[in-house]
């Protein structure tokens, strides 16, 4: 049981909670004690927390999931996990986490309790609504990014990359879409998902090129506009790490038929990796050794 409640935790996806670490390293306090201990304490209470809200999303979604050729394999969907014990250990997960937030400060536990409930209504209805779906989902970056904001007392933070971000991942979200529309079979379709029936490959492509787009331009603007960064514009040197990675997951999605579950390619596309590594290593030496 509890190897497939660990599986239903769904902990590859915990990646997307580093994003809690960008007011750390880019308001530069990676290396403040207290700042790093309070960001790496939410990071983990996050992963319980959504975690929790992976457990009740599959609970809700055991039936069409068996119609999935992928998500049918599902320990809730495929019955190795009891849906009982499933919401049992989601509750707890999301007392803990929630209640836990709370130590940290009262803008955490708002935030994480916004987190949840939002997460309630989009498994129940919001999902189910094109467009808004996907940037229902963004905004659950932003979470992220706004619970390391609110751990920290925060002084070079700009609010250039809520923007960036924001973008990232209505790129991102769109993907996952194409990639549910490209998998599926057309008779199961709107079986498995209702909303992919506002979606079709021609709209997704052309809202990827909208947003990759814009991404790329938001991104070169936080570069040398952005106040707290290095005034000799040496940030300017990560936007080609930027570039090839939308590039890379362009090319995936469109060439590779990927992009369903986004963790997956981070974890396993070894040219993601080296790119994401790189533009980590150059924003922490510009940002810790330039002047």
Excluded at 79 to 92: D, M, Q
Excluded at 139 to 156: C, Y
Excluded at 181 to 198: D, I
Excluded at 229 to 254: A, C, D, K, W
Aim: charged share 15%.
């Amino acid at each position: 049981m509890l190897k497939y409640l660990f599986k239903a935790m769904r902990p590859k996806q915990w990646t997307k909670n580093i994003f809690i670490f960008a007011a750390l390293v880019f308001d530069r306090k990676l290396f403040d004690l207290p700042s790093l201990e309070r960001t790496v304490f939410a990071f983990f209470l996050f992963c319980l927390l959504a975690s929790s809200v992976y457990l009740i999303n599959d609970i809700l979604d055991r039936e069409a999931d068996r119609l999935h050729p992928v998500k049918k394999n599902r320990p809730i969907a495929s019955g190795k996990l009891n849906t009982k014990i499933a919401l049992i250990f989601a509750v707890l997960f999301a007392l803990i986490s929630i209640g836990g937030s709370y130590l940290l400060n009262f803008n955490a536990f708002l935030i994480f309790l916004a987190y949840f409930l939002l997460n309630l209504a989009y498994s129940k209805w919001l999902k189910h609504i094109a467009l808004i779906d996907v940037l229902i989902l963004a905004s659950f970056f932003v979470m992220r990014v706004a619970v390391g904001v609110s751990v920290i007392q925060v002084e070079r933070f700009s609010p250039w990359l809520y923007v960036v971000i924001t973008l990232l991942a209505l790129y991102i979200g769109f993907g996952k879409r194409r990639a549910e529309l490209m998998v599926l079979v057309p008779e199961n379709t709107t079986s498995h998902r209702k909303v992919l029936a506002g979606y079709s490959i021609d709209l997704i492509d052309q809202l990827i090129t909208i947003v990759s787009a814009t991404t790329i331009i938001a991104y070169s603007l936080y570069t040398f506009s952005a106040p707290n960064l290095p005034e000799n514009h040496t940030m300017m040197l990560t936007i080609p790490f930027v570039l090839y990675g939308i590039f890379r997951y362009l090319s995936l999605m469109q060439i590779s038929k990927k992009g369903g579950e986004p963790e997956d390619l981070l974890i396993n596309d070894r040219p993601l990796q080296i790119t994401v590594v790189l533009w980590g290593i150059a924003v922490l030496l510009i940002f810790y050794l330039s002047k």
